[in-house]
C-alpha cells in the first residue's frame, strides 16, 4: 500500500475555495527542510519534480514526530497567563464561540464567550454545538485512509474505479489522492466570490436540496480545468467525490459509514450530519458580518446537507479534541496512513489539512491545521505535533480572525514567545470565507 507518493511540484494556491464568498488568500509555498528518507521512493526524487521530493522528506519526518508527541516532556506555558491571554483575545477581537485546549488528553482551558441565539440572548457554553464546515474533510479523510489499509481501496487508482459511472472527463485521470489533496482538476462549482454577491442573489447551488450524486453529476463532472497533480486547486467537489466512493465500497450511506466508523467507536455523541430537516438540540446560530452596515446578519438560507462529506458536520469542541487525540494515537487510522496524511505537498495541503513548521522559542514544530468557515460559521482544529497540543476554536460569527487566534494560542500555550509580540504562524493570512 503506497501511502509515500506525492503531487508533483510546488506552487501557490489559485483556485476557489468551496462554497465561499471571497478568494481563499495565495498561501506562500515553503520548502520545508526534513531528514532523508532511506526508501526506494526517495532514489528516483532527484528526477522528480521538487514538490514530490520535499513532501517525501516531510512524510518521513512525520512519522518520526507522530511518535515521538507520546514520549515528549510537556510544554505548556502557566495557565494562568494562557487564561488571561485568551480571555483579552476574545473580549478585544468580539469573538463569539468556544476555546478548548488539550495537551495529551489533558485539558489546559475550556472557555466560552457570546451568544449561540442573539435574538433570545441564550449564551454559548460547553455543550453548544457548532457547524464546523471543511473540517468535515478530516473525516472524510480518515474514512478513505482506512478503506486503504484495509485493503480495499488504492490510492493511485482512478477515480472511476469506484465510481464506474462518473460522466467527468478527468475519470480515468484523476486518482484517489489527487482528490485528497485538492490537485485533481475538476470543475469548481462555487461561483459566488464575495458577501455582497451572495446578498445580492443568495447561494443558487445550495438554496434547493440536492443529493450527492446529483452534486457530482451535475457541477462536478465538467471537463477537467488543469492537468491532475500539477495545480493545487481546492475546490469541494474532490470530497463529494470521495464521499460517494465511501459510500460505494462500504455500500451505506456516508452518514452511516462516519457514524460507525468514527462517531460511535469514539463515542461522540455531540457530532453528526447536518440536515435541513433536523432540529439540533444545541446547535448554534449563525452570523454574518455584512459589508455595507458591518452589523451581524442571520447567515442565508441553506441547505446544510449539500455541503456533504466536504463540509456538513456539526459537533463540539470536546467532540473535536477527543477525535484529535484518536487521530493522532493510532485509534482510527495507523502511523503509516497518519504520516501520509499530514505529509505537505503542494501548497503545504495534506489530505484534508494544511501541515508546515512553526517555530516557538526558538525551536521548530510541526503544526497541522484544519480551518472551516461556511459564512458566519467558523472552525479551527490545530495541532503542534510534538507537544501533543490541540487547540479547537469554534464560532459562529465571522467578526473574529479565528487563523491568528488558533495560532497565538498554540505558541502561548507553549512558549512565551507569543506574549513577547511573535504570535502568528504562516498560515495566520489563510482565510477563505467560506470552506
Not at 507537544?387 to 473574529?400: E, R
Request: net charge neutral; with cysteine; charged share 25%.
Amino acid at each position: 500500500m503506497a501511502f509515500d507518493r506525492a503531487a508533483p511540484g510546488v506552487g501557490k494556491l489559485q483556485g476557489d475555495t468551496g462554497m465561499r464568498y471571497s478568494r481563499i488568500k495565495t498561501i506562500t509555498a515553503v520548502a520545508l527542510t526534513a531528514m532523508l528518507a532511506a526508501n526506494a521512493a526517495l532514489a528516483q526524487a532527484a528526477d522528480e519534480p521538487r514538490g514530490r521530493a520535499q513532501a517525501a522528506s516531510m512524510h518521513a519526518a512525520s512519522k518520526q514526530t507522530a511518535s515521538k508527541q507520546r514520549v515528549s516532556k510537556p510544554t505548556s506555558s502557566n495557565p494562568a497567563q494562557l487564561l488571561a491571554f485568551v480571555d483579552d483575545y476574545a473580549r478585544h477581537h468580539d469573538f463569539s464561540g468556544s476555546v478548548l485546549i488539550v495537551e495529551r488528553g489533558k485539558p489546559l482551558l475550556a472557555r466560552q464567550y457570546g451568544l449561540a441565539n442573539r435574538a433570545f440572548a441564550i449564551r454559548n457554553d460547553a455543550s453548544t454545538k457548532y457547524k464546523i464546515a471543511s473540517i468535515t474533510k478530516v473525516f472524510t479523510a480518515v474514512l478513505i485512509l482506512q478503506l486503504h489499509e484495509q485493503g480495499r481501496l488504492e490510492l493511485d487508482a482512478p477515480m472511476r474505479r469506484y465510481l464506474p459511472d462518473y460522466r467527468g472527463s478527468g475519470g480515468d485521470r484523476v486518482s484517489v489522492r489527487q482528490l485528497l489533496n485538492h490537485t485533481s482538476g475538476l470543475v469548481n462549482f462555487d461561483q459566488v466570490t464575495d458577501a455582497a454577491q451572495a446578498i445580492r442573489g443568495g447561494l443558487p447551488n445550495y438554496q434547493l436540496p440536492h443529493t450527492a450524486r446529483e452534486l457530482l453529476d451535475d457541477y462536478c463532472s465538467g471537463d477537467l480545468v488543469h492537468e491532475p497533480g500539477t495545480k493545487f486547486d481546492y475546490n469541494n467537489c474532490d470530497y463529494i467525490a470521495l464521499g460517494l466512493i465511501v459510500e460505494r465500497i462500504h455500500g451505506q450511506s456516508y452518514e452511516q459509514v462516519l457514524q460507525q466508523r468514527i462517531l460511535d467507536p469514539l463515542g461522540l455523541k455531540d457530532t453528526g450530519m447536518l440536515h435541513q430537516r433536523d432540529i439540533v438540540a444545541g446547535l448554534a446560530d449563525t452570523y454574518f458580518r455584512r459589508d455595507d452596515s458591518k452589523a451581524l446578519t442571520p447567515d442565508l438560507p441553506a441547505y446544510p446537507e449539500n455541503w456533504y462529506a466536504a463540509g456538513a458536520m456539526y459537533s463540539t469542541a470536546a467532540d473535536l479534541a477527543r477525535f484529535a487525540d484518536a487521530w493522532f494515537g493510532g485509534r482510527l487510522i495507523g502511523d503509516k496512513a497518519l504520516a501520509a496524511m499530514i505529509a505537505p505537498g503542494l501548497d503545504d495541503y495534506g489530505f484534508g489539512v494544511w501541515s508546515y513548521p512553526v517555530r516557538i522559542d526558538g525551536r521548530r514544530y510541526h503544526a497541522v491545521k484544519r480551518p472551516g468557515r461556511i459564512m458566519g460559521a467558523q472552525a479551527q482544529l490545530y495541532r503542534i505535533v510534538e507537544a501533543g497540543l490541540t487547540v479547537v476554536v469554534l464560532a459562529n460569527t465571522d467578526a473574529t480572525d479565528l487563523d491568528e487566534f488558533v495560532a497565538r494560542i498554540g505558541k502561548h500555550a507553549i512558549g512565551k514567545q507569543a506574549a513577547e509580540g511573535q504570535a502568528s504562524d504562516k498560515h495566520a493570512d489563510d482565510k477563505p470565507t467560506i470552506d
